[in-house]
């Protein structure tokens, strides 16, 4: 029998696929698991739905909440049935809920794990913010200068410190970044220290079609262009198998 903890739940496949909801208990029906779910917060949700348990998963990750929270944004302004869209909004209330907590949770938690240096272009913010989410849930400790520089501190000498620090450099290659001369730099600075002393890991992930530099082309990237969460499993088991 499969076992999940009680909480927030996404379906992942099934007519509620992408959904996420609140697994309330579990029953038994002509001999299948089903988990009583909630889409919404169950003190204010007036029924459940009975979800095969093997369609539910404890493991949300950030990208998945905040593809849910448009998802959810849109259908409200598109429906019109009152009580769809009352439905709706509970669900949207439960998400943004979940999403606030996770946010504040993986800035605060203390951990102890793989240090890892995520090298992007500041147009590339928003993706670098959601994979920096993501592997501190999963149990990592990712350096992000937009949340490990504070005011008044030296932003060239702090970087560098991140790096030296990390066990792995993590590369966004896009557009922006493969143009930027200070991305670029770091790049090349980095890839000089792991020749040399072979401490740094170097780990490229593709986020979108460009022209990756020479000097990378030879390494294997994580492709993250079609598949979010596919891209995120990759990125962990890579960091796993070369740790």
Same mark, same amino acid.
């Given at each position: 029998?499969?076992?999940?903890?009680?909480?927030?739940?996404?379906?992942?496949?099934?007519?509620?696929?992408?959904?996420?909801?609140?697994?309330?208990?579990?029953?038994?029906?002509?001999g299948n698991q089903f988990g009583i779910v909630y889409f919404g917060n169950p003190s204010f949700c007036s029924s459940f739905h009975l979800v095969p348990i093997t369609y539910l998963s404890n493991e949300i990750t950030m990208y998945?909440?905040?593809?849910? #929270? *448009?998802?959810?944004?849109?259908?409200? !302004?598109? /429906?019109? $049935?009152?009580?769809?869209?009352?439905?709706?909004?509970? %669900?949207?209330?439960?998400?943004?809920?979940?999403?606030?907590?996770?946010?504040?949770?993986?800035?605060?938690?203390?951990?102890?794990?793989?240090?890892?240096?995520?090298?992007?272009?500041?147009?590339?913010?928003?993706?670098?913010?959601?994979?920096?989410?993501?592997? #501190? *849930?999963?149990?990592?400790?990712?350096? !992000?200068? /937009?949340? $490990?520089?504070?005011?008044?501190?030296?932003?060239?000498? %702090?970087?560098?410190?991140?790096?030296?620090?990390?066990?792995?450099?993590?590369?966004?290659?896009?557009?922006?970044?493969?143009?930027?001369?200070?991305?670029?730099?770091?790049?090349?600075?980095?890839?000089?220290?792991?020749?040399?002393?072979?401490?740094?890991?170097?780990?490229?992930?593709?986020?979108?079609?460009?022209?990756?530099?020479?000097?990378?082309?030879?390494?294997?990237?994580?492709?993250?262009?079609?598949?979010?969460?596919?891209?995120?499993?990759?990125?962990l088991y890579s960091i796993d198998r070369l740790k």
């Amino acid at each position: 029998m499969n076992h999940l903890e009680f909480g927030p739940v996404i379906c992942t496949k099934g007519p509620y696929k992408g959904k996420i909801g609140y697994l309330d208990d579990e029953d038994i029906c002509e001999g299948n698991q089903f988990g009583i779910v909630y889409f919404g917060n169950p003190s204010f949700c007036s029924s459940f739905h009975l979800v095969p348990i093997t369609y539910l998963s404890n493991e949300i990750t950030m990208y998945e909440i905040i593809q849910r #929270k *448009e998802t959810l944004q849109q259908q409200i !302004l598109n /429906e019109k $049935d009152e009580k769809k869209k009352i439905y709706l909004l509970l %669900e949207s209330e439960f998400v943004n809920t979940l999403f606030y907590e996770r946010h504040i949770q993986t800035h605060t938690m203390s951990q102890k794990g793989i240090k890892l240096f995520i090298s992007y272009s500041s147009k590339d913010k928003g993706f670098a913010n959601l994979l920096y989410s993501d592997l #501190k *849930e999963a149990g990592c400790i990712p350096w !992000l200068d /937009e949340w $490990d520089i504070v005011g008044g501190q030296s932003i060239p000498e %702090e970087i560098e410190k991140g790096i030296n620090n990390s066990d792995f450099l993590l590369i966004l290659l896009s557009n922006n970044s493969v143009k930027s001369n200070w991305v670029r730099a770091e790049w090349e600075s980095t890839i000089w220290d792991e020749n040399q002393n072979k401490e740094i890991r170097i780990i490229p992930i593709l986020i979108e079609e460009c022209e990756i530099p020479r000097f990378i082309k030879h390494r294997k990237y994580i492709d993250f262009r079609k598949d979010y969460i596919t891209g995120f499993r990759d990125l962990l088991y890579s960091i796993d198998r070369l740790k």
